[in-house]
């Protein structure tokens, strides 16, 4: 059974710093494309950063290129979103997602993902 669990989000202040972590179990991370995405209040979720494994390349959507980096720990089967210098518009419910099979090509577009975590809030106030 798949199962993906978020977490690490909260608030922070402008110009803060989370690392999320998405841990997951019932598939083998090594062989899998995985993303991060974000859905802010009235707006449709987003891809924010994958990675592809047939590729071996990183997507970074332009709002958070050169603040955020995502990377895989396969042995302990965990994906990290670290997030820097975040913004007010940084603010949404993150989620970490994988695709329906190892060893596949995907564009960081959510319907291109099947199996989703329960999210985690991050919220960037002063």
């Known amino acids: 059974q798949v199962q993906l669990a978020e977490s690490g989000g909260g608030l922070v202040q402008p110009g803060g710093s989370l690392r999320l972590s998405c841990a997951t179990s019932?598939?083998?991370?090594?062989?899998?494309?995985m993303g991060w995405f974000r859905q802010a209040p009235g707006k449709e979720r987003e891809g924010v950063s994958c990675?592809?494994?047939?590729?071996?390349?990183?997507y970074y959507a332009d709002s958070v290129k050169g603040r955020f980096t995502i990377s895989k720990d396969n042995d302990k089967n965990t994906v990290y979103l670290q997030m820097n210098s975040l913004e007010p518009e940084d603010t949404a419910v993150y989620y970490c997602?994988?695709?329906?099979?190892?060893?596949?090509?995907?564009?960081?577009?959510?319907?291109?993902?099947?199996?989703w975590g329960q999210g985690t809030q991050v919220t960037v106030s002063s």
């Open positions: 997602a994988a695709p329906p099979m190892a060893y596949s090509d995907h564009e960081c577009v959510p319907h291109e993902y099947d199996w």
């Open positions: 019932g598939f083998n991370l090594k062989y899998y494309s």
């Open positions: 990675i592809n494994i047939m590729s071996g390349s990183t």
